[in-house]
């Protein structure tokens, strides 16, 4: 368990460096307007660091699935097509990390979204509805960069599932930064959804406190959301609070 992106006094890691030198399309120039939040280089983590032609990633070798994996969307990568996902079986299909559709912009780029290490066993229900319309909320013409953190959770200690050499994760977690196109950065918002058909999102107060367990470092936020939970749900994430400790 880690934390994917680390927020400190209001700013947030972002691989710009990475993504610069791959050739990802970055559309917004800096500005002087007021912001709250800054975006500075940097990688959430650097263990297994993995740069692709249209994301970055942490690859995790015993789960043999990415710990998170990082994306830039503007109207320059978008291409509104779909594909219909691989299955893996039992009910799960191929969920790519980094959304394929989201990177046609060019050849190489489309076939690092679509290696193995970007994949994981999703539901296939929450792949074809609840998540893809998250997916498909990521980006608007309102907006210039949208920077995206998608990965996996496994919060369920006993269940070790594993399909296609890939451990089944229990949720999936995405952490959305936009940037306007006056330069400045909204707030962090934060989903997790249970790798499982479900109902709805998590109400916006939630998701706030998730984002404040998974992407800030300050140990304050995170009690705030431990202290609301049952007890078997508070290890796991005290294994994300320990980890955005250190």
Request: charged share 20%; with cysteine; hydrophobic share 40%.
């Amino acid at each position: 368990m880690l934390v994917i992106c680390m927020l400190v006094n209001n700013f947030i890691r972002i691989p710009f460096s990475a993504m610069f030198s791959s050739g990802s399309p970055v559309s917004c120039r800096e500005t002087q307007q007021p912001s709250r939040y800054k975006l500075i280089n940097g990688f959430p983590s650097d263990t297994d660091l993995k740069i692709r032609k249209s994301y970055a990633m942490s690859f995790d070798t015993e789960t043999k699935n990415a710990k998170w994996v990082y994306e830039i969307l503007n109207k320059e990568t978008i291409v509104n097509e779909c594909e219909r996902p691989e299955d893996f079986g039992q009910g799960y299909v191929k969920g790519h990390l980094a959304a394929a559709a989201n990177h046609r912009w060019c050849r190489e780029a489309n076939n690092d979204a679509n290696l193995f290490s970007n994949i994981i066993p999703q539901n296939s229900t929450l792949n074809n509805s609840t998540w893809k319309t998250l997916e498909n909320e990521v980006v608007t013409n309102k907006i210039c960069n949208v920077h995206v953190y998608t990965g996996p959770l496994y919060l369920k200690q006993m269940d070790n599932s594993v399909l296609g050499g890939k451990r089944v994760p229990t949720h999936l977690f995405k952490v959305i930064i936009v940037e306007n196109v006056n330069g400045t950065v909204r707030a962090p918002a934060c989903y997790v959804m249970p790798n499982e058909k479900i109902r709805h999102f998590l109400s916006d107060h939630a998701s706030q406190l998730l984002v404040q367990a998974l992407v800030l470092s300050r140990l304050d936020y995170c009690n705030v959301l431990l202290a609301g939970l049952p007890a078997t749900s508070i290890k796991p994430l005290q294994l994300i609070q320990n980890t955005a400790a250190r």
